[in-house]
T-cell receptor
Framework: KAGVTQTPRYLIKTRGQQVTLSCSPI?????VSWYQQTPGQGLQFLFE???????NKGNFPGRFSGRQFSNSRSEMNVSTLELGDSALYLC?????????????FGPGTRLTVT | TQLLEQSPQFLSIQEGENLTVYCNSS?????LQWYRQEPGEGPVLLVT?????EVKKLKRLTFQFGDARKDSSLHITAAQPGDTGLYLC??????????FGGGTRLMVKP
């Protein structure tokens, strides 16, 4: 079974621009979560989507948004980029069966904002 | 202050040594997960512990869930360079959002 894929792997943007990141979950997984990872803050939860609906949202400003499509693929968007948005953005999918919300992560998108 | 506190934050040891990483909280968790992340990759799930007092072994790695389900530990026996990476614990408290600890960065030198 193919793992979680994320595109692009690397991205360089300028402050003020917007960016869209894409995530394809493991086949059959309907829950997709997004995380931001930085050296200072660690791994922080952005939001979770299930069946095209946002189920949970972390403590991030409204510039961070996401959506999920009927095939469970998900995108996240960051508008008006700031230097502090430079981070590794990780997508994870879950089957929500068995143990609590075990996450299967993609390799991440490394975003650099200059 | 993080809901899940991991210690130590950094650990550098020689190949063959043993080590223990701790994950502590004042909250009760229905389960705790441990992940390992290597540079340039996403975290990979190692194990989930569910029952208070539970001990799980994965080759040279031993995971324990505290009796009160507020803490967990990861013990590595005879560490190898391939064990190098960032170890993360994660739990699901009330509110249904998986919460990660700050991580322990382990380096095993040959």
């Amino acid at each position: 079974k193919a793992g979680v894929t994320q595109t692009p792997r690397y991205l360089i943007k300028t402050r003020g621009q917007q960016v869209t990141l894409s995530c394809s979950p493991i086949s059959g997984h309907r829950s997709v979560s997004w995380y931001q990872q930085t050296p200072g803050q660690g791994l922080q939860f952005l939001f979770e989507y299930f069946s095209e609906t946002q189920r949970n949202k972390g403590n991030f400003p409204g510039r961070f948004s996401g959506r999920q499509f009927s095939n469970s693929r998900s995108e996240m968007n960051v508008s008006t980029l700031e230097l502090g948005d430079s981070a590794l953005y990780l997508c994870a999918s879950s089957s929500l069966q068995g143990f609590d919300n075990e996450q299967y992560f993609g390799p991440g998108t490394r975003l650099t904002v200059t | 202050t993080q809901l899940l506190e991991q210690s130590p934050q950094f650990l550098s040891i020689q190949e063959g040594e043993n080590l223990t990483v701790y994950c502590n909280s004042s909250s009760v968790f229905s389960s705790l997960q441990w992940y390992r992340q290597e540079p340039g990759e996403g975290p990979v799930l190692l194990v989930t512990v569910v029952t208070g007092g539970e001990v799980k072994k994965l080759k040279r790695l031993t995971f324990q869930f505290g009796d009160a389900r507020k803490d967990s530990s990861l013990h590595i026996t005879a560490a190898q360079p391939g064990d190098t990476g960032l170890y993360l614990c994660a739990g699901l408290p009330a509110g249904n959002m998986l919460t990660f600890g700050g991580g322990t960065r382990l380096m095993v030198k040959p």
